[in-house]
Each structure stands twice: as structure tokens, then as C-alpha cells.
């Protein structure tokens, strides 16, 4: 019995160690992916304005495994039903799998926009913004973040914190640009009111109602056929799947199956929960999704000597709240109730430590800490 997780994101990491410690030991694991490393993607934007927490965003895979093989490779293609993977270094075959490859940075088409817009996906994406924007530091003007959800509004922010760290506020303008009415669009409004003061208090321009068009060097065109110039660009305007799934999101149901053999998690796919809610692609609902695709992948695993098709675990989401910073601010909203100072940078602190410890990177867990929280002489 073989079976193959594709991807190294939350989804995919979770996954594994799930698997880990629930499948039998005859059982083969494989995860695949092309980078060395998982990445702690809802910490991302703190590598903007403190480069060198990067190393403790990024945790080697094989630290991450207890007994699953790491494959080093991109996943070109999958046959959901046939248990068949393409990959740039030839094909795996599976008795059943899992897509959690994440989703890529969505450019909808629009002319220039890839070009010319930063996204932020990868440390890379993270050490290019610095120092484009450092530079911007030292001649003046402005940097615009298309896209106001959290990663959005979270680079802003720490752009903000940077300008002010580098007596720049007076001469570096930052616009947050966002095509729905409210920032953090699809949140509860007291969240989006809190997110949207803090904004304002760090001197963030916010523009919304603001379609973009298209992208030249310097301008984008917005669809009431004005410009917003800009010497800086930044696009977190939104996600599509990744390319083995051809650029497409696949929506699956509450028992998350993809095929016969496959079932889809995280970002690369679009869930409909067992409610009929469509669940929203975050870090949260990935890990929570990775349970359910856990134990329906033990259920086939365990029916692999035949029999019917055994009875698979659904998936509802249900929200443990929402956290996001704002440079030097955090805004946490858990239930009904709005949280913001220490209490709120506790929370999101919390999250990220918890993270590292259960996929079994302790000593950045520990690490992380110290510099959130510093030490005791």
C-alpha cells in the first residue's frame, strides 16, 4: 500500500504526520515537493520589515517527516482515479493520494500586472519587497499593495512600521488598493472596522471600490478609467490553483474526494463544506481539512483488501477566529469579540508557535518565541 501527499504547504504537512501515526506500518508514505523546506506562510510578511525570522519560517522537510519519504520534485500532472503522478523526474504510482500543492498568486490575465507586481508567496518574494522598498527610502514615493485581504494588509503594515524605522514616513507614501468596499472583504465588519483604524493610524492610504485593468511601469489603469501611479508594486489581489491542476481550483465536497483514489486540501482546492459552505482558503482550514483527508485515506487504506466503498468523514468549518497584524498592531476577532493590543499579539504569537511544535519543528518554536516574546535574564 502506497500512499502519496503532494504538496508541503499546512495541508500537506499535517497530512503526513497524521498519516504518520495512524496508517499501519506496512503502509509507504511519499510527500513531494519541489522545495526542501515548509514554509510558515501566515508569518510571511514579518520577513518584509525583520528579514532574518525567515530562518525560522522555513523548516526542512525531513525535520517534519517521522517515517514518510521525501521526494524532491514538481508535480507536473495527477490522475485523480488511475493513482498516477507526473513529475519532472518521472511518475509515481499510488493507492491513494492527496493534492495539497497550495494555490499560486492570481493575476486574472490582466495586461502587465505579472510583470510588474511583487507578490508574496516565498522568502524570496519577501527579500525582493525590502529592498525595493528600502530604496524607495532613500529617494521618496509611493509603494501601492493591490489587494486589501490579510496578506494585503499585513504587508502593508509592516511596510508602514519599515518607512517609520527608516525616517522615511514623510517621504514614502503607502496605498492599499482593494476591488470590494471594505478591507478584509468576506470578514465580520467589526473586524474589518478594527483592521481598517489601524490602518489609518500608520499612516496607510486605503482606496477602495478599486478595480484594476491593467499594469504599466509606473501606472495602473483602473476601470474608471483613472491611474494610480506608483514607484513600487505589490499584488495580493487573490489565488488560482497551481499549474498541475492547469491554473484551476477543482471544488469537491465535504468528504474533500478529488477521485477514486485522491482527495483534495488546502488552497488547490475550493470545499464545500458539509453545510454547503464554501470554506475560505486559509492556513486554518487547511489544517482542519488535513484531518478529515486523514481519516478517509485510513479508511481506504484499511479497505484495501476489497469491499465496499467505506463510509468517509465530512468536513464543516467552523471558524476558531481570525487574527491578523498591522505592522506593530494586532487585530483578533474570537466569537463575537474584538481583540486588539497584547491580547490580540498573544494569539497570533500563539498560533505560529503552535504550528512549529506539531509539525516538529521545536527549536524554531522556541526561537520564534524568544524574539515575539523575548527571554527572562
Not at 517527516?65 to 519532472?88: F, K
Request: charged share 20%; glycine share 10%; net charge negative.
Amino acid at each position: 500500500m502506497h500512499v502519496v501527499v503532494l504538496g508541503a504547504g499546512y495541508a500537506g504537512v499535517t497530512l503526513v504526520r497524521k498519516l504518520e501515526r495512524t496508517l499501519p506500518k506496512t503502509a509507504a508514505i511519499t510527500l513531494v515537493d519541489k522545495r526542501e523546506t515548509h514554509l510558515v506562510q501566515h508569518l510571511l510578511h514579518r520577513a518584509v520589515r525583520t528579514p532574518e525570522i525567515a530562518d525560522q519560517l522555513c523548516v526542512p522537510l525531513d525535520d517534519c517527516c517521522e517515517r514518510a519519504t521525501v521526494r524532491h520534485a514538481t508535480v507536473d500532472a495527477v490522475e485523480y482515479d488511475a493513482g498516477q503522478v507526473t513529475l519532472s523526474d518521472g511518475t509515481l504510482e499510488f493507492d491513494a493520494g492527496a493534492v495539497c500543492l497550495g494555490a499560486q498568486t492570481a493575476y486574472y490575465g490582466l495586461p502587465g500586472l505579472a510583470e510588474h507586481g511583487t507578490p508574496l508567496k516565498r522568502p524570496e518574494d519577501a527579500e525582493d519587497i525590502r529592498k525595493r522598498f528600502l530604496e524607495l527610502c532613500e529617494t521618496g514615493g509611493r509603494v501601492v499593495i493591490g489587494g486589501a485581504g490579510l496578506s494585503g494588509i499585513q504587508v502593508a503594515g509592516e511596510l508602514a512600521e519599515l518607512a517609520n524605522d527608516e525616517r522615511a514616513d514623510d517621504t514614502v507614501a503607502v496605498e492599499l488598493i482593494e476591488q470590494q468596499p471594505t478591507v478584509a472583504p468576506g470578514f465580520p465588519a467589526p473586524f474589518q472596522d478594527a483592521i481598517a483604524e489601524k490602518l489609518t493610524e500608520r499612516g496607510i492610504s486605503i482606496k477602495t471600490d478599486t478595480t484594476v485593468k491593467s499594469a504599466t511601469d509606473g501606472t495602473l489603469d483602473v476601470a474608471d478609467s483613472s491611474s494610480i501611479p506608483y514607484d513600487q508594486l505589490v499584488w495580493t489581489g487573490g489565488i488560482t490553483g497551481p499549474g498541475a491542476l492547469s491554473n484551476v481550483r477543482p471544488q469537491v465536497r465535504s468528504t474533500l474526494r478529488l477521485g477514486q483514489r485522491t482527495f483534495g486540501v488546502g488552497d488547490a482546492v475550493r470545499v464545500i463544506d458539509d453545510n454547503g459552505t464554501m470554506a475560505p482558503a486559509t492556513a486554518q482550514t487547511a489544517v482542519r481539512q488535513a484531518a478529515i483527508a486523514a481519516e478517509n485515506i485510513e479508511a481506504l487504506v484499511r479497505r484495501d483488501g476489497g469491499g465496499f466503498d467505506p463510509r468517509l468523514s465530512r468536513y464543516v468549518y467552523d471558524s476558531l477566529g481570525w487574527v491578523a497584524t498591522v505592522g506593530d498592531g494586532t487585530v483578533a476577532q474570537v466569537g463575537s469579540n474584538v481583540l486588539t493590543g497584547t491580547p490580540a499579539k498573544t494569539l497570533k504569537a500563539t498560533i505560529g508557535i503552535q504550528h512549529l511544535a506539531g509539525i516538529g519543528a521545536v527549536e524554531e518554536a522556541i526561537d520564534f518565541a524568544q524574539d515575539t516574546f523575548g527571554t527572562e535574564s
